[in-house]
């Protein structure tokens, strides 16, 4: 069995790799593959890229080209429920892209020729997502200084299953998260890839979850230090439960 693990963000592709031994790399459209193991799975980790296209793209060659047959999606996403705080987990029930609209001659957000809207995430692997966040919060307090953690605000941490929505635009107003909430009201968080992957996986019958750390609130505030959440937090987050859900 191999695992793809693609990660949105190159903190945390760097953070994985670290666990990775035996590892082989690969160069292919633009991307570097790396091939190994992390405990006793054979893993093949890779950078997404951002956005519909590069992702598609990018999972397209972990299956044809690396032959994957499980895939583990890791990034973060802005917060579309107002309940979800910045450091709070999804791990994806089902997702869909609130950018595709090919009325009328396809209900809105259905994905042309394929009767689908919402893409379904693996039960088992999402079982094992959120599994592996049990311990999250006291090895971040062990390994993130107080400080970044009191910056982001960081005090508990909620791990949610629910809807993702996907599209190719960064969502910084609440105005845009609304309009998304009117129509599709169970979305939970949004982000630029995971619906775009789940498709593709879809296609290949390729079982998925996507796990994605609150980074922001989706609306004006999103002023939050991208970088140095993701460097500071965010990739312990990827780190512990994609490791955690390959020890189990
Ligand atoms: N780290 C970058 C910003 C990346 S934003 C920087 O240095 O500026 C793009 C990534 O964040 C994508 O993987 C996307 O899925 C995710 N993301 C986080 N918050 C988002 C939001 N509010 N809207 C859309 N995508 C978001």
Known sequence: ???????AMTEEVDSIHSHMTNVKEF???DRKYYIGNINSHEVVLVFSRWGKVASAATVTSLITEFKIDHLIFTGVAGAADPSLNI????????LYQHDMDARPLFKKHQIPLTKITF???????????HRATDGL????TAKIPAESLARF???????RFGTIATGDQFIYSRERTEAILADVPETVAVE???????????DYKIPFVVIRTISDKADH??????????NEVARHYSEHIVTGMLRL
């Open 119 to 129: 893409f379904q995430a693996d039960p088992l692997l999402k079982e094992k997502a």
């Open 153 to 159: 605000n960081i005090r508990e941490l909620k791990c």
């Open 1 to 7: 069995m191999r695992i793809g693990i693609m990660g």
């Open 87 to 94: 450091g709070d987990i999804v791990v994806s029930e089902q």
């Open 137 to 140: 919060f006291a090895s971040l």
């Open 27 to 29: 160069e292919h459209g």
């Open 192 to 202: 630029m890839e995971g619906g775009a992957v789940a498709q593709v996986c879809n």
């Open 221 to 230: 505030t999103s002023e939050i230090d991208f970088p140095a959440f993701i």
